[in-house]
């Protein structure tokens, strides 16, 4: 079945509520779609948010690149070679993965379409639901609790907090938050870079009967090396999100003494669904567990991410909530939260309905 158009939009897509990370605050973010149809009618959609920050490609490439010859060219190609087409892609656009991920999800969406399956049934289900947690920015203790007791009654109950500004807050904020909802609710925070090795070893000290799950990339990019020299059961509960963008920085972060024994896996970080398949593999030889994020980003991309993690057998987290907070998206469907856990819808591809692009 031959592809009939390629075509890309951009979309600012407000956020309900802004929020505060370790550098920066968010009140709305800019997503790019690209949208690829086959001559039967059938539409399958992409969706791009790359953190310049992380991966050094901003919106504005990602929407440049999908509009030029280096992807239109694919115009008139056969979907059922769509892995071939997403390696082509792959060579023609290097170190860019928030093109590669729109190009990557919009194919395997079609694919997935047209062959009548769930995106996940092309690599194989083995996970059926897990729960995701929700994301508390950082703010004041009072807001905190405000908003993990919204989160609460919503019916979430993994709630990862926001770090990284100042530790001895953070350490305040994290008791006060077991004390205030009891052993029922599961932590886990993330630092966004903000922590040096002594202010994470004070942390973990100072937070221990807290009973934080996992903390998410303490360090700054760069600085991997001082972790190795910590005692093992604390790198295991330790996850990689900026460290890790593709294969290549898998394997390295793989290397005995492991500085983490989690890997957070972004589709907007490596490029899609088949370089989220690559870390996975690495992760999978090396004993290391599977901890699937997101950016701000919309239902199409997000769906993409649930796909993948639940076709990897040593998924063991998700961290998911990026479309929730968004006031407006260019679709529906793609998944079900209920109570605070998530499955896929089961329609073909990434079961995307209303497209309103």
């Known amino acids: 079945m031959q592809i009939k158009s390629i075509r890309a939009y951009r979309r600012d897509l407000a956020l309900t509520k802004p929020y505060t990370i370790a550098y920066q605050t968010i009140s709305a973010v800019e997503n790019i779609f690209l949208t690829v149809e086959l001559a039967n009618g059938i539409i399958g959609v992409g969706a791009a948010n790359p953190s310049p920050e992380v991966v050094g490609e901003s919106p504005d490439q990602t929407f440049a690149n999908l509009q030029s010859d280096g992807i239109t060219r694919f115009v008139g190609r056969d979907i059922r070679h769509a892995f071939q087409l997403i390696d082509e892609a792959g060579q023609q656009f290097p170190n860019l993965p928030g093109t590669l991920a729109a190009f990557d999800i919009a194919l395997h969406d079609a694919l997935g379409q047209f062959l009548g399956i769930p995106v996940v049934e092309l690599y194989g289900q083995k996970i059926t639901a897990l ?24 019916g979430f109950r993994v709630l990862k907090v926001k770090t990284g500004l100042d530790v001895a807050e953070d350490i305040g904020r994290i008791r006060k938050l077991r004390e205030q909802f009891g052993p029922d609710i599961v932590l886990r925070v993330d630092a966004n870079q903000g922590y040096t090795v002594d202010q994470l070893i004070q942390f973990i000290g100072q937070t221990d009967d807290a009973n934080v799950e996992l903390i998410e990339q303490p360090l700054p990019v760069g600085t991997e090396e001082e972790l190795r020299s910590l005692p093992l059961p604390l790198r295991q509960r330790l996850a990689a999100d900026e460290s890790l963008k593709g294969g290549e920085a898998a394997l390295k972060l793989a290397q005995e003494p492991q500085p983490f024994g989690i890997f957070n896996i972004k589709l907007m970080k490596c490029g899609g669904i088949r370089g989220a398949f690559d870390i996975a593999t690495v992760a999978r030889l090396s004993q290391i567990e599977l901890f699937w994020g997101c950016n701000d980003e919309s239902i199409v991309s997000i769906a993409a991410a649930l796909h993948t993690a639940f076709a990897c057998p040593h998924t063991r987290y998700l961290d998911l909530d ?8 260019v679709v529906k469907g ?15 591809g990434l079961g995307l309905t209303d497209l309103t692009l």
């Open 334 to 348: 793609g998944f079900i939260i209920e109570n605070g856990l998530m499955r896929p819808t089961g329609l073909p």
């Open 322 to 329: 990026g479309s929730l907070d968004l006031a407006e998206d």
């Open 131 to 154: 729960p995701t947690s929700i994301t508390i920015g950082i703010m004041p203790i009072a807001e905190t609790l405000e908003a993990a007791r919204e989160y609460i009654q919503q």
